[in-house]
């Protein structure tokens, strides 16, 4: 638990690197900070111990592009990539704890049946030019590895989420961005939480616990 909080320690003071790095340069690069609530999904926990690995790259990923005629926009993901990823866990398993690094030890995997780890894959977002477009568009593609306690991989599933949100006003467009991510991580979750145990790979290993 302390090391995890060392971690988000150590994330917050990064943004605010960046956020001051973007004042004193002028205010060109707008810093995006994606944060919100995410729902627990209402799903039947599978009796499955599962251990959830959230690597650094995750955690605090950052998505960083220049639109012409624009600016160039940091999307900083990661506190929502934690935030997802712990209320959308919790309730699909009968028992959830954090792992550190595969393989596990012959301590851990003794009670754990299997490791899950995700990764922000892609992250695109279009944002309009001209007066008459009126939303702003994100994409983002997650690629959900499940592991043997041992690090055999089981399978590793893409899951696709989009978001749109309207754009208000010209000066709308970072906070459009933001929700419209949001939108489009809630929709991956969805998917994660109501079809993850019908994919090929993981049927038939739970078919074997």
């Known amino acids: 638990m302390q090391l995890m909080q060392i971690r988000a320690y150590w ?7 960046v956020i001051l790095t973007s004042y004193l340069l002028g205010g060109c690069a707008p810093v995006i900070l994606v944060s919100t609530e995410f729902p627990r999904p209402l799903v039947e926990p599978l009796p499955i111990r599962m251990g959830v690995l959230l690597d650094e790259e995750l955690l605090t990923y950052e998505y960083e592009e220049r639109i012409p ?7 900083q993901i990661g506190n929502a990539n934690a935030s997802m990823m712990n209320q ?28 899950l780890s995700p990764e922000l894959d892609r992250y695109e977002f279009d944002v309009p030019i001209g007066q008459s477009d009126e939303f702003v568009e994100v994409w983002m593609q997650y690629l959900l590895r499940l592991y043997e306690p041992n690090g055999e991989l089981i399978t590793e599933w893409p899951v696709s989420g989009y978001g ?7 000066a709308d467009r970072t906070n459009a961005i933001g929700r419209a991510t949001v939108l489009a991580m809630r929709e991956v979750g ?12 993981v049927e038939y290993w739970l078919q074997e616990r």
């Open 164 to 170: 749109k949100a309207e754009l208000m006003r010209t």
């Open 69 to 75: 005629q624009q600016a160039t926009y940091i999307i």
């Open 190 to 201: 969805a998917v994660i939480a109501t079809r993850f145990a019908e994919q090929p790979e």
């Open 11 to 17: 994330r917050q003071v990064r943004l605010l690197l």
């Open 88 to 115: 959308l866990f919790q309730p699909m398993f009968a028992a959830v704890e954090p792992v550190n690094e595969l393989p596990l030890t012959e301590i851990d995997s003794s009670r754990i049946d299997g490791v």
